[in-house]
C-alpha cells in the first residue's frame, strides 16, 4: 500500500547534524503515522520518533529526545528526520516506517508499523 524510500544518510562528526528524508508513493500519506527507527550493529532496532497520523502528536526516544526531529510535508509524501548534536552511539541503519491511521497511547514500538523503508546507514565519528 506504501513503498518507503529514504535517504539522506552519511558520515558526520560527533556534534554535527544531518536530515533523514523518507519519500512515501501513493496518495494517502496523510493518513499514514511515520516514525524512525535504528539498528545499531549487534543491537535490536530501536524506536527513535514518530508522527501519529494526523501529525498531532510527536514521540521521541529519551536518547534523542532535544536533539532530534521529526517532521513531515504532506504535500511532498515526505518525513524527515532532523538530527543535531549527533553522537557517535547514534551510528545505525536508521529506517523509516509508517503504518495507515495509526496512533499511539505510548512509545511506539516496531509492532505498531507495518511497512518499512530499506534503511539509510548513519555514522557518527568521535
Known amino acids: 500500500q506504501v513503498q518507503l524510500v529514504e535517504s539522506g544518510g552519511g558520515l558526520v562528526q560527533a556534534r554535527g547534524s544531518l536530515r533523514l528524508s523518507c519519500v512515501a508513493s501513493?496518495?494517502?500519506?496523510?493518513?499514514?503515522?511515520m516514525g524512525w527507527f535504528r539498528r545499531a550493529p549487534g543491537k535490536e532496532r530501536e524506536f527513535v520518533a514518530a508522527?501519529?497520523?494526523?501529525?498531532?502528536?510527536?514521540y521521541y526516544a529519551d536518547s534523542v529526545k532535544g536533539r532530534f526531529t521529526i517532521s513531515r510535508d504532506n504535500a511532498k509524501n515526505t518525513v524527515y528526520l532532523q538530527m543535531n548534536s549527533l553522537k557517535p552511539e547514534d551510528t545505525a541503519v536508521y529506517y523509516c516506517?509508517?503504518?495507515?491511521?495509526?496512533?499511539?497511547?505510548?512509545?511506539?514500538?516496531?509492532?505498531?508499523?507495518?511497512?518499512w523503508g530499506q534503511g539509510t546507514q548513519v555514522t557518527v565519528s568521535s
Open positions: 516506517a509508517a503504518v495507515r491511521f495509526g496512533s499511539f497511547g505510548s512509545t511506539p514500538t516496531t509492532a505498531d508499523f507495518r511497512f
Open positions: 501513493g496518495r494517502t500519506f496523510s493518513n499514514y503515522a
Open positions: 508522527f501519529n497520523w494526523s501529525g498531532t502528536s510527536a
